[in-house]
């Protein structure tokens, strides 16, 4: 069964420490990882779309990098507004479906 | 105005009564999605879309029916709302890839 799991559940950083957060998974196949995040109160708002082992991508303050079993989210100097659940999600084999993971809430204090 | 809008956003019922949340599109995308989001379960699909003749369940369809009116509207009805439907709904488009999601701002659904 494919599945996928991000830790930590939560994670509290002051403004401008940097730090990591994890997307594990096990899946047949893997044919994309993908990383949303999102505000409280509204739908997830995609970021990033990884392929393959080694591959990287960032955008300002993200970075989200990928080997065979996990994925990374990057997070550097982050600033209040980075605060968000962050969600990871595979798509397997032939399926049209992703598998989501539960989320990292993130939050940068000032 | 939204690209993926969701009415209503707020919608308080009682088991056993017929539901609909209704979602249209902007971004000209032929795939819409329905997706239930629960604490500590992550988000889960119901039903998907690839065109308006295409209509296929997702890993939770049970309860839950779909029409797509046209490429642009997608509605998703709980024919009898019972408890455990409560839980904040999304409606979402994608392009070609599937993992690249577009969503709306969600439904929040309380069945009493």
């Known amino acids: 069964e494919d599945q996928v799991t991000q830790s930590p559940e939560a994670l509290r950083l002051q403004e401008g420490e940097s730090s990591s957060l994890n997307c594990s998974y096990t899946v047949s196949g893997l044919r994309g990882l993908f990383w949303y995040r999102q505000d409280p109160g509204k739908g997830p708002e995609f970021l990033f779309t990884l392929y393959s082992a080694g591959e990287e991508k960032e955008k300002e303050r993200l970075k989200a990098t990928l080997t065979k079993k996990e994925s990374f989210l990057h997070i550097t100097a982050p600033k209040p507004e980075d605060s968000a659940t962050y969600l990871c999600a595979v798509q397997a084999g032939g399926a049209q479906k992703l598998v989501f993971g539960q989320g990292t809430r993130l939050t940068i204090n000032p | 105005d939204a690209d993926v809008t969701q009415t209503p956003r707020n919608r308080i019922t009682k088991t056993g009564k017929r539901i609909m949340l209704e979602c249209s599109q902007t971004?000209?995308?032929?795939?819409m999605y329905w997706y239930r989001q629960d604490p500590g379960l992550g988000l889960r699909l119901i039903y998907y879309s690839f065109d308006v003749k295409d209509i296929n369940k997702g890993e939770i369809s049970d309860g839950y029916s779909v029409s797509r009116q046209a490429q642009a509207k997608f509605s998703l009805s709980l024919e009898s709302a019972i408890p455990n439907q409560t839980a904040l709904y999304f409606c979402?488009?994608?392009?070609?890839?599937?993992?690249?999601?577009?969503f709306g701002e969600g439904s929040r659904l309380t069945v009493l």
């Open positions: 971004k000209g995308h032929d795939r």
């Open positions: 979402a488009t994608s392009d070609r890839i599937p993992g690249e999601l577009f």
